[in-house]
């Protein structure tokens, strides 16, 4: 009878095995479209660029080895050093300005009122706007016949060149730049405020604490992960800046609004150095891989609940 039993269970368990497989190879089948993509258009060109790096090639030619001369080139290169150091002014300046004015909207935007859900639309649209038509709209407003100069001469105030002013255009392509993110990182915050209990801003409520209290001693501590993820990919999506500044001031006037992004594309696919851009890519690539690792490492000081 065990014997009997024994048989019968095994058909079974075949059964069973053969299923799993089926399953397995259909999600497998499934999953091959995104992978061959992600394959072919980011792992292989990753590997392929490193190549490329190594190479003198403009495009239609065929590749020059010439080993690391394009690394030893960057660190030589004037035009490159202005651009990183607009690169991490660019940076220093949006990152921290973003965060600070996207928590305080979405604070804000967390109110239980009438048509909040109107106001998180319209934050939230420069978002999903293509950067030509928010590039187009701004240079029409910071033009120096713009309308922002039309309405501070008519307040008396000499028109400022906004864009064409060396010491101001980077200043005026940050603030485009944080204009269009803001919305972005303020459904983020917003998710993170409102999966806060509220038994601990009532129990703070009850102790005595005031609203500026409850926001530094409760709420801070409490979305400080939020804003370590807010400011690492804020780190991140600044040395990709790019279509703005190309849209906006091709860099210029003179280099003053190059940023890295920016340069890599010139020296790439308007000189067709090939090779020079790819070792510039690289060279941000380990920027940021620094910086990411100097945040990872200190945010144990100041993210709560972090060992």
Same mark, same amino acid.
């Given at each position: 009878?065990?014997?009997?039993?024994?048989?019968?269970?095994?058909?079974? /368990?075949?059964?069973?095995?053969?299923?799993?497989?089926? %399953?397995?190879?259909?999600?497998?089948?499934?999953?091959?479209?995104? @992978?061959? =993509?992600?394959?072919?258009?980011?792992?292989?060109? #990753?590997?392929?660029?490193?190549?490329?790096?190594?190479?003198?090639?403009?495009?239609?030619?065929?590749?020059?080895? =010439?080993?690391?001369?394009?690394?030893?080139?960057?660190? /030589?290169?004037?035009?490159?050093?202005?651009?990183?150091?607009?690169?991490?002014?660019?940076?220093?300046?949006?990152?921290? !300005?973003?965060?600070?004015?996207?928590?305080?909207?979405?604070? @804000?935007?967390?109110?239980?009122?009438?048509?909040?859900?109107?106001?998180?639309?319209?934050?939230?649209?420069?978002?999903?706007?293509? /950067? #030509?038509?928010?590039?187009?709209?701004?240079?029409?407003?910071?033009?120096?016949?713009?309308?922002?100069?039309?309405?501070?001469? /008519?307040?008396?105030?000499?028109?400022?060149?906004?864009?064409?002013?060396?010491?101001?255009?980077?200043?005026?392509?940050?603030?485009?730049?944080?204009?269009?993110?803001?919305?972005?990182?303020?459904?983020?915050?917003?998710?993170?405020?409102?999966?806060?209990?509220? %038994?601990?801003?009532?129990?703070?409520?009850?102790?005595?604490?005031?609203? @500026?209290?409850?926001?530094?001693?409760?709420?801070?501590?409490? =979305?400080?992960? #939020?804003?370590? @993820?807010?400011?690492?990919?804020?780190?991140?999506?600044?040395?990709?800046?790019?279509?703005?500044?190309?849209?906006?001031?091709?860099?210029?006037?003179?280099?003053?609004?190059?940023?890295?992004?920016?340069?890599?594309?010139?020296?790439?696919?308007?000189?067709?150095?090939?090779?020079?851009?790819?070792?510039?890519?690289? =060279?941000?690539?380990?920027? !940021? *891989?620094?910086?990411? *690792?100097?945040?990872?490492?200190?945010?144990?000081?100041?993210?709560?609940?972090?060992?």
């Amino acid at each position: 009878m065990v014997n009997d039993r024994k048989n019968k269970e095994l058909p079974a /368990s075949n059964y069973s095995k053969l299923n799993r497989r089926r %399953e397995a190879i259909w999600g497998y089948l499934f999953i091959s479209p995104n @992978f061959l =993509i992600i394959l072919a258009f980011t792992v292989i060109p #990753v590997f392929l660029s490193v190549y490329i790096s190594l190479t003198d090639w403009n495009i239609l030619g065929t590749p020059n080895f =010439i080993w690391i001369d394009n690394y030893k080139a960057i660190f /030589s290169d004037q035009l490159a050093k202005v651009t990183f150091f607009n690169t991490f002014y660019f940076t220093v300046l949006s990152v921290p !300005i973003n965060v600070f004015l996207t928590l305080v909207l979405a604070v @804000f935007l967390n109110q239980k009122i009438r048509g909040i859900t109107f106001f998180r639309t319209a934050y939230y649209l420069p978002v999903i706007s293509a /950067s #030509v038509a928010v590039s187009l709209m701004f240079m029409w407003i910071l033009a120096n016949n713009g309308l922002l100069n039309q309405m501070l001469g /008519s307040l008396g105030v000499e028109p400022i060149r906004w864009l064409t002013n060396p010491k101001i255009a980077l200043n005026s392509v940050i603030g485009v730049t944080i204009w269009k993110g803001l919305g972005f990182n303020m459904i983020i915050f917003l998710a993170a405020l409102q999966d806060i209990p509220q %038994e601990l801003t009532e129990a703070a409520a009850i102790d005595g604490a005031n609203r @500026f209290q409850q926001f530094f001693k409760i709420t801070v501590p409490l =979305i400080s992960p #939020v804003i370590f @993820f807010v400011t690492i990919t804020g780190v991140i999506g600044s040395f990709q800046s790019f279509d703005l500044v190309y849209n906006m001031t091709k860099g210029g006037p003179g280099h003053a609004t190059s940023v890295i992004g920016y340069y890599i594309w010139k020296q790439a696919f308007d000189y067709m150095n090939m090779g020079y851009g790819a070792a510039l890519a690289y =060279i941000v690539f380990a920027v !940021i *891989l620094i910086l990411t *690792l100097i945040q990872w490492v200190i945010r144990k000081r100041w993210v709560y609940s972090e060992d």
